[in-house]
């Protein structure tokens, strides 16, 4: 759910329209595909689809696969039949210059997404994709479920609709140069964006724009709008590099604050000495709006702003307040009495470890901050009888509707832009610098470009939920009869929208319906990939009012990765090989593949220096597998270091194989650093770290210079299975795998080397 990272096309990404959206009629009609022309003139096509637009035998190559059975619906399925009423209320635009304009409703941080989607659209238009604009779509309210970005459902949920959207706007273009033309459609071919006819003839789509969006509709058969056949693409399924590359690497790419709203101050926060602290009293107000360049001084929920006509004056203001602060929500609590309240609140194991040969452990994970590089930041310029807001969103109706609520405002009255955002892992599906931007500029009554430094952000932000994780494999005669899981963790906060989600569509969901929301998405997302017998799997919460939030691979990255360390145990134990065993105990060909891929090209088993050693992993979610094997160096056991990693990757169809790539290797690095590294320390109600040179992410000297990652071809009628989340569990498992090899230890406590080594800053 937490998103790994990308890309926004050429046209932009911070959107400063009007918000007007084009939508199409609502009803389509049997066996018919619509398509609804507005705003000439240009040709703009809205697309719904009946559900008979595709003949049965050929419908996989229109439209997703039926749902799985409810025994393996998983998290993304849910979300896809959720979404599915508005899936087709996309928008595609061709200009006269023959360029392609796609507002995506979704939210690129980094993972690649606009660059994949504009990859299905040249597909079906059969366009150069140097000719494609994608544009993230502003908050659109009537699309109800389907504008949150997370649970790698993005092109799970878009393949379909994206690729029928282009194929119907093909058609158009080609049923245009028929008519101008007086010919049959089908005798006419696409080209590089110029439709072909008889006798040499040639139109561009820039050419045909004017007439194609004209007022004249018709109905296009299911037929001449039916989407490629995957075995004829020759873009998508092809490695192709991302198209906001060169404007991310020579500073042009616009984030939140790159933009340029006129009127818009800076403005920064005072912020609480511990997690949800309340203003009390302001004991100097006076002495800072005094302070060169500063213009204004508000109380918030969250804090005291300070805004100032630049950010060091905004800087300086705020930490010149004296302030008197309210009690937080976790005054006194530190990570021993956290980690005591976790293993107390642990499901107890079920079978009695007297009956059988039995295999225990227990785990410990610290709390991680997401730090994404792009710290929070929000602008908003807030009138008496609107309100506009720009930020990086990936759950963009929630805040909509939720900053509609607190200025008191009808839904029509806010406009929310989402602006592609510098890295999220799960920080951005909650809202909370854009609302409180939206407080700051009602209150100073003026536009507000609000910035979270990067105390603030690793301090007060949203973080991964510290777990505690109690493992049983019973064993008899070389089998494992049966596999339990317990797992306690600090309650997730899914306020976010996935949590409405799955409130309005709980009948979907393959749990039990006295299944607690926390529960029913940690029963569809983790799942034992082996044939362990009796296999259970529990989570209990315990709800401390921290500031939590999904954090990429959410349940998974912690669970399975444990999972991983038993199964290697098991193994051991059983005295058999770590990929021997695994290949005994997975449950399907495909698995066993990417597992075999990795061991053949990484050399398991291949002889190495002491202090040093192999590792491996596995993981299967959202219809995706892959498996991970790394090599490290821990001779040095409080500086180890991973220097070589090859991971195998099944996602079904690959859209962009380069852009998996990237995926599993950021997941990869995730999973090095909370691994060995990275985490925060909670203390008397606060994280003790408040920079990277305390957060020990892992920088490149920690990072492989040999990485291999091998994307396994699509199969027949195969689709797009999710990616954004898949890297994490597994090489979380290599890593720990190596260093317990390595060192002749078993690490029950994440990170492994966890020290204080820093002065805190001042709270």
């Not at 602290?277 to 500063?294: I, S």
């Not at 909370?432 to 407080?439: G, I, K, P, S, T």
Request: hydrophobic share 40%.
């Amino acid at each position: 759910m937490a998103g790994a990272d990308g890309e926004a096309g050429q046209a932009g990404a911070h959107a400063h329209g009007s918000g007007q959206r084009e939508t199409g009629p609502s009803g389509p009609g049997r066996r018919t595909f619509l398509t609804y022309l507005v705003a000439a003139p240009t040709l703009a096509v809205a697309t719904s689809v009946g559900t008979e637009a595709a003949a049965p035998a050929e419908a996989h190559a229109a439209v997703p696969s039926p749902p799985a059975p409810a025994d393996v619906l998983d998290l993304g399925d849910v979300l896809i039949l959720a979404g599915k009423p508005t899936a087709d209320m996309l928008v595609l635009k061709i200009d006269e210059e023959g360029t392609v304009h796609f507002r995506l409703p979704r939210e690129e941080v980094g993972q690649g997404l606009t660059t994949a989607v504009a990859m299905l659209v040249a597909e079906e238009l059969d366009v150069p994709l140097e000719k494609v604009r994608v544009r993230l779509d502003d908050a659109r309210p009537e699309l109800l479920w389907n504008q949150l970005t997370g649970s790698s459902n993005s092109i799970r949920s878009l393949y379909g609709p994206v690729r029928q959207t282009a194929a119907a706007a093909r058609a158009r273009m080609v049923a245009t140069a028929a008519r101008k033309w007086d010919v049959e459609p089908g005798g006419l071919s696409v080209r590089e964006g110029v439709v072909v006819g008889p006798g040499g003839r040639r139109a561009s789509y820039g050419s045909l724009a004017k007439a194609a969006g004209g007022e004249r509709t018709e109905e296009l058969s299911a037929e001449k709008t039916r989407p490629k056949a995957e075995s004829d693409h020759s873009l998508v399924g092809s490695p192709t590099s991302r198209i906001d590359a060169r404007a991310i690497v020579t500073g042009q790419q616009q984030y939140t604050l790159d933009l340029d709203v006129p009127g818009a101050k800076p403005a920064m926060v005072r912020r609480p000495p511990t997690l949800g602290g309340t203003v009390e009293r302001v004991h100097n107000e006076a002495a800072v709006r005094g302070m060169p360049g500063v213009l204004d001084v508000v109380v918030v929920e969250t804090g005291v702003a300070v805004v100032a006509e630049t950010f060091g004056q905004a800087l300086d203001g705020k930490e010149a307040l004296e302030v008197s602060w309210g009690k937080g929500t976790v005054d006194g609590l530190s990570d021993d009495e956290i980690r005591r309240k976790l293993r107390a609140a642990t499901p107890p194991l079920a079978v009695p470890p007297v009956l059988t040969e039995h295999t225990d452990a227990e785990f410990d994970f610290a709390f991680v901050s997401h730090a994404p590089l792009e710290s929070n930041a929000a602008v908003a310029d807030v009138r008496e009888d609107r309100a506009t807001v720009w930020s990086g969103l990936k759950s963009p109706i929630v805040a909509l509707q939720t900053i509609a609520a607190e200025l008191g405002l009808p839904q029509e009255k806010v406009t929310v832009h989402v602006v592609q955002g510098g890295g999220s892992f799960g920080r951005r599906l909650f809202f909370d610098a854009a609302l409180e931007a939206a407080r700051i500029s009602k209150k100073s009554r003026r536009p507000v470009r609000l910035m979270w430094s990067r105390i603030d952000d690793m301090r007060h932000g949203r973080m991964r939920p510290a777990t505690h994780h109690k493992i049983r494999a019973t064993h008899s005669l070389g089998n494992v009869v049966s596999f339990e899981h317990r797992v306690a963790a600090v309650e997730t906060d899914f306020r976010h929208g996935l949590g409405e989600i799955l409130t309005a569509n709980a009948a979907k969901l393959p749990v039990a319906g006295n299944a607690t929301l926390a529960q029913s998405l940690f029963l569809t997302t983790v799942k034992s990939p082996y044939d362990f017998g009796v296999t259970t799997q529990l989570l209990d919460e315990v709800p401390l009012k921290m500031p939590t939030a999904s954090w990429r691979s959410v349940y998974s990255a912690n669970t399975r990765g444990a999972e991983e360390m038993v199964v290697d145990e098991l193994a051991a134990k059983l005295d058999k090989d770590p990929v021997a065993f695994r290949h005994e105990f997975l449950k399907n060909a495909r698995q066993r593949a990417v597992l075999h891929k990795v061991a053949e090209e990484g050399e398991w088993g291949r002889e190495m220096p002491k202090g040093c050693a192999q590792g491996v992993g596995f993981h299967e979610e959202y219809k995706s597998r892959t498996a991970c094997l790394v090599e490290i160096d821990a001779r040095d056991p409080k500086k180890p270091r991973v220097t070589k990693a090859v991971i195998a990757v099944d996602v079904g169809r690959p859209v962009n194989p380069r852009g998996l790539e990237a995926q599993m290797l950021g997941g990869l690095t995730d999973a090095i650093s909370t691994t060995l590294s990275a985490g925060l320390h909670i203390d008397d109600g606060l994280p003790l770290e408040g920079s990277y040179s305390q957060f020990h992410y892992a920088r490149q000297a920690d990072s492989p210079r040999d990485v291999r990652v091998h994307v396994m071809p699509a199969e027949e009628g195969a689709e797009p299975g999710g990616a954004g989340e898949l890297g994490v569990p597994a090489a979380v498992g290599a890593v720990a795998n190596a260093y317990a090899r390595a060192t002749g230890t078993r690490p029950r406590s994440f990170p492994v080397n966890f020290d204080v080594d820093f002065d805190p800053f001042p709270r």
